[in-house]
């Protein structure tokens, strides 16, 4: 597969041709994100992740689908192609102007480059604010989209409402329709902290008015950075009824190398560093009082991009992750890599684990040092009292990496008991179950590079797998959409685009039944698909 091969995009609608049948009560649109275009002119990005956004949706109706896709025009896009090159930088690619430009151009490219002004490429996820649906990375910056045509509108900046440099791209929803989110404050009023912020459900007075999406947005808690200049990276939180769980990771990102970085000839991505010998700090927030519970959490080293749920249960909560031991998995996107399959000969290769934590927050009294006060009997993950208020966690590696049996299409059932290893990432669930106990897990078997072959039901009580998979495809991150007034947890459709390099075969969307894991139908689209990031599923009339 050619990761850096340009995307071409079809706005208009495309009915695609359908094999089995459609669920009639699948009614709504699937929105994806990832980036799209790598090349302008003679310049090319160095890492996957910088590519320009590419928007595709697979819209369902009445047993029928249609597909369209059209390019994010970003003000970076708009930019780039002005110039035919790439000109505006990226986390993983710094771009440097035409040597044709006289002395003032560049004076003015190297300013905005040592305190950065960001891009608006927002190439990583779809989220929902109010009633309005935006593309997103994890800058400061994310532009409203059309989610029928696609189309751009505005362009939101964060900072004009939040003290926020940065933001996560995986916010959370409650009932109501309210978003709570995590950002970071570098350095200001000399302090650099996170800000944890909800964008309120559109009032009832508000609706149909033309107010900013952020201009009620709340900030609902801060918590200090344990380093002025090297705040923790931070991709996804956990949420509960009444608890938000941010992570601070020994993974950072150095602020005061990041301002030299275009002068010394290296991208922003070089000032990450992840530091194996620090602890990981586990922030438990009061969503009621914006409070930090009184207890410190601490565990080993770890790298985490995604939460997969948490929840509360008998004076504790649960979370669990996908964690890494290293910060490998940046590199294994670097373009140079993915053309030789990175971590075929294990150099450049990170290994996810499935992980549990349980954090006490009812304490019996009377409780000793060194005594495990996790009492779940369904967990072996632990929290020891160091001392007063202070516990270090360990977790329950729920699963790693497996050698998987090769499935040619179907299914295929393992049941494996616990421990055992296996490569699973980009978690999804029914999000009805978000923030309370649950079960069933869906998500992306990675193997020893980063395209997935297997689409895998991971099940977190009898710790069994099901997988999809057919010859010469790679799915997407799959997304659950729950059956109208289902019976279970997992009563509902599995869907996920899948590339498909078979001869004279087009891509597909798959639509997989979410109890068994069987094929229920496939929608052929008469184009060519591509690797993406995250995506969401509108139902209709939302």
């Known amino acids: 597969m050619d990761y850096s091969k340009n995307a071409t995009e079809r706005p208009e609608p495309f009915k695609a041709e359908v094999i089995g049948a459609i ?55 708009n930019t780039n192609m002005g110039e035919n090159r790439i000109v505006v930088s990226e986390m993983g690619t710094m771009a440097y102007p035409d040597p044709s430009k006289n002395f003032i151009f560049k004076a003015i490219t190297f300013l905005n480059h040592t305190v950065p002004d960001f891009t608006d490429n927002g190439s990583s996820n779809i989220i929902k604010y109010g009633d309005d649906y935006f593309a997103t990375s994890e800058t400061n910056y994310i532009r409203k989209i059309d989610p029928v045509t696609l189309e751009t509108q505005d362009k939101v900046d964060y900072t004009k409402y939040l003290p926020v440099n940065l933001a996560s791209s995986h916010p959370h929803y409650d009932k109501e329709g309210n978003a709570y989110n995590i950002g970071t404050s570098i350095a200001e009023k000399g302090k650099t902290k996170y800000i944890l912020f909800k964008v309120p459900a559109v009032s009832a007075n508000d609706k149909g008015k033309p107010v900013p999406v952020l201009k009620k947005v709340e900030a609902i808690a801060t918590v200090s950075c344990r380093s002025l200049f090297t705040p923790s990276y931070c991709h996804s939180i956990g949420f509960t009824d009444n608890y938000i769980i941010f992570v601070e990771q020994p993974f950072k990102l150095d602020i005061l190398k990041m301002t030299t970085a275009y002068m010394r000839g290296v991208n922003w991505a070089s000032c990450l560093k992840f530091c194996p ?27 985490i991009y995604h939460h997969v749920n948490a929840f509360e249960d008998e004076g504790h909560v649960v979370f669990d992750v996908i964690a890494y031991k290293d910060d490998k998995l940046y590199d294994m996107f670097y373009l140079k890599n993915l053309k030789k399959d990175a ?15 349980a954090l006490p927050i009812k304490l019996d009294k009377g409780v000793g040092v060194g005594e495990n006060v996790v009492k779940l009997k369904y967990t072996t993950a632990s929290a020891v009292k160091e001392k007063e208020g202070k516990f270090t966690c360990h977790s329950e590696v729920l699963c790693e990496a497996l050698n998987l049996p090769s499935v040619s299409k179907g299914i295929s059932m393992m049941i494996v008991l616990f421990p055992y290893n296996l490569g699973f990432e980009l978690p999804r669930i029914n999000y009805d179950f978000n923030g309370k106990k649950y079960r069933f897990v869906y998500g992306n078997i990675v193997e020893e590079f980063a ?58 969307l798959v639509i997989l039944d979410g109890r068994t894991f069987k094929e229920v139908a496939r929608a052929y689209v008469n184009t060519e698909l591509y690797k993406d990031m995250h995506g969401i599923f509108i139902p209709k009339g939302n």
């Open 23 to 77: 669920p009639n009560w699948l009614q709504g649109t699937l929105l994806r994100n990832g980036p799209g275009i790598f090349s302008v002119g003679e310049t090319s990005y160095d890492h996957w992740f910088d590519g320009m956004s590419l928007l595709t949706s697979f819209s369902f109706s009445d047993g029928e689908m249609t597909h369209r896709s059209r390019f994010l025009r970003s003000d970076t896009y």
């Open 277 to 303: 010998n620090e602890n990981t700090l586990i922030h438990l927030i009061d969503k009621r009082t914006g409070k930090e519970v009184e207890m410190k959490y601490y565990t080993g080293s770890m790298v």
């Open 343 to 357: 971590g075929s000969d294990g150099s450049v290769y990170s290994q996810p684990s499935f992980k549990r934590f």
């Open 451 to 508: 395209q997935s072959k297997q689409l895998a039901k991971f099940d977190t009580e009898t710790k069994t797998m099901i997988f999809w998979e057919e010859e010469n495809c790679w799915p997407s991150e799959p997304v659950f959409v729950p059956r109208p007034n289902g019976e279970s947890e997992d009563d509902g459709v599995v869907l996920s685009s899948v590339i498909n390099s078979n001869p004279g075969q087009s891509g597909f």
